[in-house]
């Protein structure tokens, strides 16, 4: 293969994918419809005309007929007032008449095939031609249909559907987390909360404790929540290590509170 021809062939195949490229369906569609109704309007003109030279052809075919029907009565008139010159004279322009007429039966014949031919041609055309339209506008609504799944499943693929769920899911855990964190700070102000009655209770338990010891060392007893009357006297000895004990229990009940 020469060079020439190579070349030839990648700039025909560039110049065919430039084309098809650059080929909108709609208008492509648009365009041969206007095409075909062209070629509509001419084969209306081109049967519109083969229908007149038709008729001119049938008249001038009658025209010939008559012409040598009178040529023939003619030639009759002229043998019966005996002028037998003037008669054939008369024949032959009946003959020549006549044979015009033959040549023009077969012409129109002929003209009047080709007119029905052309007439059929005519209604298949025009049959194609609502065909044609019909069928472009359902592959224009299919290509609208295409172009537009196209541009959704172009702006689908450009969303990034997957960082917003992410984004979801680490707020969701953050959401997660701050409740957590408020329910264990209201666990811990409600423990707070116990420690303290547990506090104010343990500090009464220690003051029964204390009378019921006051209550002992002076040989009585008392119930809880009352506290002895008054003390009873005891040694100095005794009296000196009650108070020291009993300054000490202060010392730890001070401690607790």
Not at 55 to 68: F, H, P
Not at 98 to 108: D, H, I, S, Y
């Amino acid at each position: 293969m020469g060079l020439f021809d190579r070349v030839s062939r990648v700039v025909r195949s560039n110049l065919n994918a430039a084309v098809s490229s650059a080929e909108n369906p709609e208008k492509i569609l648009d365009q041969a419809i206007i095409d075909m109704q062209e070629d509509l309007v001419q084969m209306r003109q081109a049967v519109a005309g083969a229908i007149a030279s038709q008729k001119r052809v049938q008249q001038q075919y009658e025209r010939a007929n008559s012409e040598a029907s009178t040529w023939q009565q003619r030639a009759q008139l002229a043998l019966q007032k005996g002028d037998e010159e003037l008669a054939k004279q008369a024949l032959l322009r009946k003959k020549t008449q006549a044979e015009t007429a033959v040549a023009l039966k077969t012409q129109l014949d002929s003209q009047s095939t080709a007119v029905e031919q052309l007439k059929r041609n005519l209604i298949g055309l025009e049959s194609k031609l609502s065909e044609a339209k019909t069928k472009k506008d359902m592959l224009k609504a299919r290509a609208s249909a295409a172009k537009a799944n196209e541009q959704l499943q172009n702006t689908t693929s450009r969303m990034n559907t997957g960082s917003a769920m992410a984004a979801f899911e680490r707020m969701e855990e953050k959401v997660l987390q701050m409740e957590a964190t408020s329910q264990a700070a209201a666990e811990l102000a409600g423990a707070d909360l116990e420690s303290q009655f547990a506090s104010l209770e343990a500090g009464g338990d220690v003051d029964f404790e204390l009378a019921q010891m006051k209550a002992q060392l002076s040989g009585g007893s008392v119930d809880q929540g009352q506290l002895p009357a008054a003390e009873t006297t005891i040694p100095v000895t005794e009296s000196t290590e009650v108070d020291a004990e009993l300054e000490e229990l202060r010392s730890q009940i001070d401690k607790l509170d």
